[in-house]
């Protein structure tokens, strides 16, 4: 059970990282 929670917490900290680029990527202006 703790092995799963620590890779559901990684998941989960992937899937934050990979939003926070999106976002970035949004904000730019592309030519």
């Not at 703790?2 to 904000?27: G, M, P, Q, Y």
């Amino acid at each position: 059970l703790l092995l799963l929670l620590l890779l559901w917490s990684a998941i989960l900290v992937e899937f934050s990282h990979c939003n926070e680029k999106i976002k970035n990527a949004d904000s730019l202006t592309f030519p």
